[in-house]
């Protein structure tokens, strides 16, 4: 049976990975070798300077979901390269580092650094950073998107991932011009803009005011965007959003992603990737497939 997927010229033996920021925690299964079964590790978006984060309450839970502002708390990019990239490169498994510049001069000094390491399977460029210019996302711009694409993909030594915004109105115009910037591949979706209100005091429930909601409940939302992108573009997705079980992975393979990153779910469940994965491998063996390739896309009209 073949389960291994490709990303330009990166070969992936499976393809359950785990979305960024959602996994930090598992520095304790460093040793495990059950990590090592995972077909790649997305660490927390990492920024060119570090970062504090934003105020408190930083998460909400809602029904079937949660509201997170945690700000993309990070040691910036050097500090990332000298204490936390040893320890995932130590697992042997790929990784894909996320990173997210406030301007393109930031993307440009990340991708620099980044350039002179070793051990990285590739880039996964977080376009939920402000575009300067319109006062939207650069994942909301088609043209901002492509351009930034482009501009990384011009300096990079590792394939481009451009990670998608669900707040738009048509995502697989943006995810056109993500691959018309040369980007590798698409991961989608990221959050969904949502806020909770404190009905007492009649104030948000979160300290950012807004926040991003991800778990279960954003899941056939997700699934539907990636199909939606999957009928637009020819490179490879990583499809995520509310994932918990292995039907819920097949879905969005079936809807057309080539790899699925579980994310809110280590929270409740870090065995969740590999519940996930066997689960795959479990579904194929009873249905008699042999590549992980008959599923990618495969549903029916």
Not at 3 to 24: E, Q
Not at 181 to 188: K, M
Not at 204 to 220: C, D, E, K, Q, V
Request: aromatic share 6%.
């Amino acid at each position: 049976m073949n389960i291994s997927v490709k990303i330009a010229n990166i070969t992936f033996k499976n393809p359950v990975t785990v979305a960024s920021g959602t996994f930090g925690h598992a520095e304790k299964y460093y040793n495990l070798e059950e990590v090592k079964k995972l077909g790649s590790i997305i660490p927390k978006t990492v920024t060119f300077h570090a970062q504090a984060g934003n105020p408190p309450v930083r998460i909400w839970e809602t029904p079937s979901g949660m509201i997170n502002a945690i700000g993309i708390e990070n040691s910036g990019i050097d500090g990332f390269i000298q204490t936390k990239l040893p320890n995932f490169k130590k697992i042997g498994v790929p990784l894909i580092i996320s990173i997210l510049g406030h301007d393109e001069e930031q993307f440009v000094g990340i991708i620099e650094k980044l350039n002179q390491q070793e051990g990285i399977a590739a880039v996964e460029l977080n376009l939920s950073c402000p575009n300067l210019k319109h006062k939207t996302l650069v994942a909301q711009d088609p043209q901002a998107t492509a351009q930034l694409v482009k501009k990384v993909k011009s300096l990079s030594k590792f394939p481009v991932i451009a990670k998608l915004s669900p707040n738009v109105t048509d995502i697989g115009e943006i995810a056109v011009a993500a691959e018309a910037g040369g980007a590798d591949g698409l991961s989608l979706i990221n959050t969904f803009t949502a806020m909770a209100v404190d009905i007492e005091t009649r104030k948000s429930r979160i300290g950012n005011f807004t926040g991003g909601l991800s778990g279960p409940a954003i899941r056939p939302m997700a699934v539907a965007m990636v199909h939606q992108v999957y009928q637009a573009v020819k490179i490879p997705i990583i499809g995520m959003g509310g994932i918990a079980t292995a039907q819920d992975a097949l879905e969005f393979i079936i809807a057309g992603a080539t790899m699925v990153a579980v994310g809110t779910m280590n929270f409740v469940n870090p065995r969740a990737p590999l519940e996930v994965l066997e689960g795959v491998v479990s579904y194929m063996k009873e249905h008699k497939i042999t590549d992980i390739q008959e599923l990618i896309g495969s549903l029916k009209q």
